[in-house]
């Protein structure tokens, strides 16, 4: 069965420097939630798109924006990178309001030196 | 959210019930409880959920108080590759509502 495909799975970018991070959700799927987690964090949410509108939105920083496509394909593009934006970045999709959970991709871990 | 409760950390022997609780006093009628886990940095995944019945299905059993002010997660038979980090969110179902993720409970299953 197809899965949330998350890319690239590693990145490493230098501080001050941009990273785009992309999320392809489960087909038909149409919301895409993003979020961070640090090491030894749990995760936290960032931001949410249903029918690619904006449709919550957590602690997710100014430096950051994220659109979610007409395919429903999400990116999430972080700019001016600092050290403490090193983190895991999951994505995952759902189809309300059946079925209830969502599924995660594997994430990008992201790396900031 | 409602905000639920979990205990640390939780040991298990390989092959025994693991029973892990949750407390969500403050939940809404219309929130249900999920739980997810996440086995060392890999993509949260979903076990199972309910409002206010028991649920099983082939990963576990969930255990809702009737007053649903607390539940257990039940893996049956844990294995060593149950070692994770569990998690109960409640949750308005049918929505496209955030999960938001509180300090879970790391299970460890010893051989």
């Known amino acids: 069965a197809a899965g949330v495909i998350q890319s690239p799975r590693h990145l490493i970018k230098e501080k001050r420097e941009t990273a785009t991070l992309k999320c392809y959700p489960i087909p038909r799927h149409d919301t895409v939630y993003w979020y961070q987690q640090g090491p030894g964090q749990d995760p936290q949410f960032l931001i949410s798109f249903y029918e690619k509108m904006q449709s919550d939105k957590g602690s997710i920083p100014d430096r950051f924006s994220a659109q979610q496509f007409s395919d429903y394909h999400s990116e999430l593009n972080m700019s001016s990178l600092e050290l403490g934006d090193s983190a895991l970045y999951f994505c995952?999709?759902?189809?309300?309001?059946?079925?209830?959970?969502?599924?995660f991709g594997q994430g990008t871990r992201l790396t900031v030196v | 959210d409602a905000k639920t409760t979990q205990p640390p950390s939780m040991d298990c022997a390989e092959g025994r019930a693991a029973n892990l609780p949750c407390n969500h006093s403050t939940i809404s009628g219309n929130e249900y409880v999920y739980w997810y886990r996440q086995i060392h940095s890999q993509g949260p995944q979903y076990i199972i959920h309910g409002l206010k019945n028991n649920e099983t299905n082939e990963m576990a059993s969930l255990i809702i108080t009737e007053d649903r002010k607390s539940s257990t997660l039940i893996l049956p038979h844990a294995t060593l590759r149950d070692t994770a980090v569990y998690y109960c969110?409640?949750?308005?179902?049918?929505?496209?509502?955030?999960?938001?993720f509180g300090k879970g409970t790391l299970l460890t299953v010893n051989p």
């Open positions: 969110i409640v949750r308005v179902e049918g929505s496209n509502y955030k999960l938001t």
């Open positions: 995952a999709s759902s189809l309300p309001p059946t079925p209830p959970e969502a599924f």
